[in-house]
């Protein structure tokens, strides 16, 4: 099982990115996806989800409003795009994989590497 985050980097306040999360290795529309991020000296915290077939999404406050995950199952990929960020978005991003459509981080079993996310005020 491999997933790889990518799209991170340095972005001015107000300005967007898009992640992707591609992977590999499993059968990808089995399993929920869901993007995290850990900030320097915090805790891990789920950010968007989305379930297997990319009909039901779940935002936490930190997101809603301004980003969007969307899947395509034909790619094995997922995405989340990111508007109006924010320097309190400044994180490395993860994307994680679960047979559970669940928001603890130890509800996933499958991690990517992460991409960093770095907003300028």
């Known amino acids: 099982v491999q997933l790889q985050a990518s799209g991170g980097g340095l972005v001015q306040a107000g300005g967007s990115l898009r992640l992707s999360c591609a992977a590999s290795g499993f059968t990808f529309d089995d399993y929920h996806i869901g993007w995290f991020r850990q900030a320097p000296g915090k805790e891990r915290e789920g950010v968007s989800y989305?379930?297997?077939?990319?009909?039901?999404?779940y935002d936490t406050n930190s997101a809603k409003g301004r980003f969007t995950i969307s899947r395509d199952n034909a790619k094995n990929t997922v995405y989340l795009q990111m508007n109006s960020l924010k320097p309190e978005d400044t994180a490395i991003y993860y994307c994680a994989a679960s047979p559970s459509l669940l928001t603890a981080p130890g509800a996933y079993n499958s991690w990517g590497q992460g991409t960093l996310v770095t907003v300028s005020s």
């Open positions: 989305i379930d297997d077939s990319g009909t039901v999404t």
